[in-house]
């Protein structure tokens, strides 16, 4: 159903018809932010797109599914975020048509997103391609997001805080996968088997050590996702997030 790119914070998902390159928390405009919060920085703009462009080539993908939190500021995208953000969907729509579930720093995407026919844009519950149901995670999933057999979500940039034998240590982002827990859903009648948590695409970004304390910001984790596994992205399987 959804297969992470060996070596990159993306996913492709079989979506029936269609095969869909997957990416999260992209936070267009980073850059920006941090250099207001005094951190000298330049913007990278050009190899997050490039990059992008590239995994869209090398997976053949017929559609690009942004995970959300594309762009970084609340409201409506400005300045440089809001010239990334255009130069983005452009090359993108160029090749494939894109689908965005908002996120928590999506508020006014669509001051940018109204110009692209080929982007379209769902709010935070989600939408549902084929046998996957991709939502930001911000919020409660819609009804047949969580239906969907394979479930996506992001918004929580996990990453894995490892050490080697000599106390070094480093940060490494991760992907969680495992069963989705009814029982982290109380309000929902259907639940699908496998719950995904994506890590975010733009390294900058920072993001919660899943294996070091429970900092999950979405309403419905960690208690909806059980027996969960973190993977790094080039697929070293970790085992149980919790004891890594």
């Not at 029936?16 to 919060?37: C, I, K, Q, T, W």
């Not at 989600?126 to 939502?135: A, S």
């Not at 995904?196 to 970004?205: E, M």
């Not at 429970?214 to 004891?243: K, N, Q, V």
């Amino acid at each position: 159903m959804l297969e992470p790119v060996p070596g990159e914070p993306a996913a492709v998902a079989d979506c029936g018809p269609e095969r869909a390159l997957v990416v999260a928390d992209y936070h267009a405009g980073l850059e920006v932010g941090l250099r207001s919060e005094g951190v000298e920085i330049r913007s990278r703009a050009e190899e997050r797109r490039e990059g992008l462009l590239e995994l869209l080539s090398r997976t053949g993908a017929d559609r690009v599914v942004f995970l959300g939190d594309v762009g970084d500021g609340i409201g409506e995208p400005t300045g440089a975020e809001r010239i990334e953000l255009r130069e983005l969907l452009a090359a993108v729509t160029d090749r494939v048509s894109a689908t965005v579930t908002k996120g928590n720093h999506d508020g006014d995407l669509s001051a940018v997103t109204d110009r692209f026919a080929g982007v379209e844009v769902t709010d935070g519950p989600g939408t549902r391609l084929g046998d996957v149901g991709f939502c930001h995670g911000h919020t409660w999933p819609d009804d047949e997001v969580l239906a969907a057999p394979t479930v996506c979500t992001a918004h929580e940039h996990p990453q894995v805080a490892l050490e080697d034998s000599v106390g070094g240590r480093r940060t490494e982002r991760a992907w969680l996968r495992g069963r989705l827990d009814p029982g982290g859903f109380p309000d929902y009648d259907r639940v699908g088997d496998r719950l995904v948590v994506c890590p975010a695409f733009n390294d900058l970004s920072g993001g919660a050590h899943v294996n070091e304390a429970d900092g999950f910001l979405s309403p419905f984790l960690p208690a909806g996702l059980a027996d969960g596994e973190a993977y790094l992205l080039d697929g070293t399987r970790l085992g149980p997030y919790r004891t890594v």
